[in-house]
């Protein structure tokens, strides 16, 4: 009797705590099922492939011209300023060139002086000034002085021919052409110089001879005036051509990649020197698998950054925006897709190049619908293993 109703009364109690359990089970289920339904997970597509960037990346210092570098001042991490001579090359052929050029428009400068004085003799002379005489003896001597600067610049460049022979850049028959001009020029001097003081001035002579003169003159110097406007162009032509081997800084910023070259070596037209990295505005660049992208990820997801060798309590992740996702796949079968960085605090010392980790929100949904999509996979895989 005692047992019979002991046994009963633990019945009644454990009946009475499965009710209790029951209740609990269902309400825990319930609550499990509203969240999987209900509530909302972020999925998010990682790449390690990442790194912070120039929006427009480094710039590219190249050899303009093939020759030999005369200076070289290029060190990784300097710091240049945009027009900054960064190297050079050789240039003493056009140097030399440009001596005999500058030469050249001196002398047509002062033949030009020379003719303008003649012609203004003449128009004193067909103006009808009372010292005609004089005036005429003013032509002679302008034709004097042009014939003396002639002398000049042939007796000059005769020894500039001569010294150049000697160091083996002008050739033979250059010196013979530019004794020869000496020779000739030499004799006109002299003519002029005994018509100055033997001849006398014809006092009949006629003002249309006067007039011819003077228009013979005139087109003298205007030829002058167009052989030195073709001097001053080729002076400006080699001027270029000397500066145009001056390498120089497109930008300021630092020197991010050199070569290692130095004075005295030969390079190619074209080729690369080294890298400028600017102070331009940085975004971060990632590398995913075209699987992660396409159909996923467009532009105004958002996304972290993570640097790497900063430790995140000191250095919080970065948010960030994608910006622009590429249509193809590079050659490494990767999809580029470029993220603009947002609010970086200014205590980060970002630099170009420094290695991340990118992760990008993709889309939310909820965790039944994540837990069914990962059985559906795992499910595909198992059987694409078994065929």
Not at 209 to 225: P, Q, S
């Amino acid at each position: 009797m005692i047992f019979s109703r002991t046994t009963r009364a633990i019945e009644a109690d454990l009946h009475g705590a499965s009710k209790y359990w029951l209740v609990c089970l269902v309400l825990m289920c319930g609550a499990v099922g509203w969240w999987g339904v209900g509530a909302r997970v972020s999925v998010w597509e990682t790449s390690d492939a990442a790194r912070v960037e120039l929006v427009h990346g480094p710039t590219v210092v190249q050899a303009p011209e093939a020759g030999r570098l005369s200076m070289f001042e290029m060190q990784v991490g300097k710091r240049v300023a945009q027009g900054d001579a960064l190297a050079s090359l050789e240039v003493e052929q056009q140097r030399l060139h440009g001596e005999r050029v500058r030469a050249s428009i001196a002398a047509a400068r002062a033949q030009i002086e020379a003719v303008d004085a003649e012609i203004a003799a003449l128009d004193e002379l067909l103006s009808g000034g009372a010292e005609a005489a004089q005036a005429r003896a003013r032509v002679v001597q302008s034709q004097l002085k042009r014939a003396e600067l002639a002398v000049e610049f042939a007796e000059r460049e005769t020894a500039r021919v001569r010294q150049l022979q000697k160091s083996g850049v002008s050739a033979p028959v250059e010196l013979d052409e530019q004794e020869a001009a000496l020779a000739r020029a030499r004799t006109e001097r002299e003519e002029l110089a005994r018509a100055l003081h033997s001849r006398r001035w014809d006092a009949s002579a006629t003002r249309a001879e006067l007039r011819a003169r003077r228009e013979r003159g005139r087109r003298e110097r205007a030829e002058l005036r167009g052989t030195l406007g073709e001097l001053e162009g080729k002076m400006a032509e080699l001027d270029y051509e000397i500066e145009r081997h001056t390498i120089r800084a497109p930008i300021t910023g630092r020197l991010g990649e050199v070569r290692e070259l130095h004075v005295g070596a030969v390079v190619s037209r074209a080729q690369q020197l080294g890298t400028i990295v600017g102070d331009g505005e940085l975004h971060a660049v990632a590398f995913f698998e075209p699987s992660q992208v396409l159909g996923r990820l467009e532009a105004g997801k958002t996304a972290r950054v993570e640097l790497h060798g900063f430790p995140w309590p000191e250095f919080p992740v970065l948010r960030a925006r994608v910006t622009q996702v590429a249509a193809a796949a590079d050659n490494r079968d990767r999809t580029r897709v470029e993220l603009a960085l947002i609010d970086p605090p200014s205590s980060l010392p970002l630099r170009h190049g420094q290695p991340a980790r990118i992760e990008v929100r993709v889309r939310e949904q909820s965790p039944l619908d994540l837990l069914l999509r990962s059985i559906g996979m795992h499910l595909r895989g198992v059987s694409a293993v078994a065929q």
